[in-house]
């Protein structure tokens, strides 16, 4: 699988410039950030979450983790947990499972993107499969998905093994 269809012809009725990346395969955000040689808080990891029930999609650094109490907080939803592929893989029908691109608009799904992100001037994301990746500027991201900013993240600690998110 390639591209998503949906994603290109969106960035394309947009006139958006961006760079289509094709690596070797890669499954977790930190593969991904390693074979592309780009720096982790460029990359643009996705995670899907259940929120009172109904899905929705974070958008964070890849060196980051979610507090999902401190997200919970900020959107005042009773319940947040982190949604399993089986759940999620029939909402990206044209995307790899764990390789959707960071536009849950698309999707129909409401998107919280981490406060981090917007300081970087580009950002690089999961293109539909896992041998492909988007690069493009930060601002045109902002101005296509209208994510709801918010600062529900911290980085993750090193040497302490922590449950991959991507």
């Known amino acids: ?20 990346i094709t690596h ?5 955000a930190q593969e991904m950030a390693a074979v592309m040689h780009v720096p982790g808080k460029e990359l643009a990891k996705v995670v ?3 929120m009172d029930g109904s899905f929705a ?9 979610i507090d999902l109490e401190r997200l919970r907080d ?18 990206f029908p044209d995307c790899e499972v764990g390789a959707m691109p960071p536009f849950g608009n698309l999707y129909g799904l409401p998107i919280y993107a981490a406060n981090p ?11 539909g499969s896992h041998t492909e990746a988007i690069r493009m500027q930060y601002e045109d991201f902002a101005r296509l998905v209208k994510p709801t900013l918010i600062d ?8 302490t093994k922590l449950k991959e998110q991507s």
């Open 1 to 20: 699988m390639s591209i998503s269809a949906k994603l290109r012809d969106y960035l394309d009725q947009n006139h958006i410039k961006y760079t289509l």
């Open 57 to 65: 999609m974070a958008v964070i650094p890849a060196p980051h983790k």
């Open 74 to 91: 900020a959107t005042g939803v009773k319940q947040v947990e982190l949604a399993s592929e089986k759940e999620f893989q029939k909402l």
């Open 24 to 28: 070797s395969k890669a499954y977790t």
């Open 48 to 50: 899907i979450l259940k």
């Open 152 to 159: 529900f993240t911290s980085e993750k600690e090193y040497g």
């Open 117 to 127: 992100l917007e300081k970087d001037k580009e950002i690089v994301f999961n293109a």
